[in-house]
T-cell receptor
Framework: DAGITQSPRHKVTETGTPVTLRCHQT?????MYWYRQDPGHGLRLIHY???????DKGEVSDGYSVSRSKTEDFLLTLESATSSQTSVYFC???????????FGSGTRLTVV | AQSVTQPDIHITVSEGASLELRCNYS??????LFWYVQSPGQGLQLLLK??????LVQGIKGFEAEFKRSQSSFNLRKPSVHWSDAAEYFC?????????????FGTGTRLTIIP
């Protein structure tokens, strides 16, 4: 999607290793979000940010941490990956909700 | 508690038939509501959104949704489906937390189209 990129697009990692996913925006939007998508669960919010160094937990934040040291980047870290964290991860950005949300293309993470 | 409920996990519809996907929300007197579609292996595409005003909202691809406050519902409809409409559909709502916004999704409805 224009203005938002996720990296990497695919990753396979071993249980117990740390993993960092990156979301980068060029829109200068205030809000950034990390979701995970799993069959039967839809998209569940992991963490979100409402400004530089301002973050809050979502509904499935255990095992994840985030950082936002500058407006354009929002990093999601799995400190010690587990198989239950195998999922597709989506980043989203928004200036304000009623202005709309833009989603990234997703990162497919497999923990073996 | 789930703020957005999509009671139908999977719906099968014949091509050319009408479609209605259900969505119920539970947050806010003036909700901000969305419908997204996701084709297999793809990202999310916005179909339509409701913030205020006319309760019947028109979207892309011939979809519409009706906001009914009395039923806490925001159901998605299409008068005649096409095979290309086969996808997963998500209803979503903005939740405000001390002035900060987050978009919360339902669990989705998978739509299958049969000839």
């Amino acid at each position: 999607d224009a203005g938002i990129t996720q990296s990497p697009r695919h990753k396979v990692t071993e249980t117990g290793t740390p993993v960092t996913l990156r979301c980068h925006q060029t829109e200068n939007h205030r809000y950034m979000y990390w979701y995970r998508q799993d069959p039967g669960h839809g998209l569940r919010l992991i963490h979100y940010s409402y400004g530089v160094k301002d973050t809050d937990k979502g509904e499935v934040s255990d095992g994840y941490s985030v950082s936002r040291s500058k407006t354009e980047d929002f990093l999601l870290t799995l400190e010690s990956a587990t198989s239950s964290q195998t999922s597709v991860y989506f980043c989203a950005i928004s200036e304000r909700g009623n202005y709309g949300y833009t989603f990234g293309s997703g990162t497919r993470l497999t923990v073996v | 508690a789930q703020s957005v409920t999509q009671p139908d996990i999977h719906i099968t519809v014949s091509e050319g038939a009408s479609l209605e996907l259900r969505c119920n929300y539970s947050y806010g007197a003036t909700p901000y509501l969305f419908w997204y579609v996701q084709s297999p292996g793809q990202g999310l595409q916005l179909l339509l959104k409701y913030f205020s005003g006319d309760t019947l909202v028109q979207g892309i691809k011939g979809f519409e949704a009706e906001f009914k406050r009395s039923q806490s519902s925001f159901n998605l409809r299409k008068p005649s489906v096409h095979w290309s409409d086969a996808a997963e559909y998500f209803c979503a709502e903005i939740i405000s937390n001390f002035g900060n916004e987050k978009l919360t999704f339902g669990t989705g409805t998978r739509l299958t189209i049969i000839p």
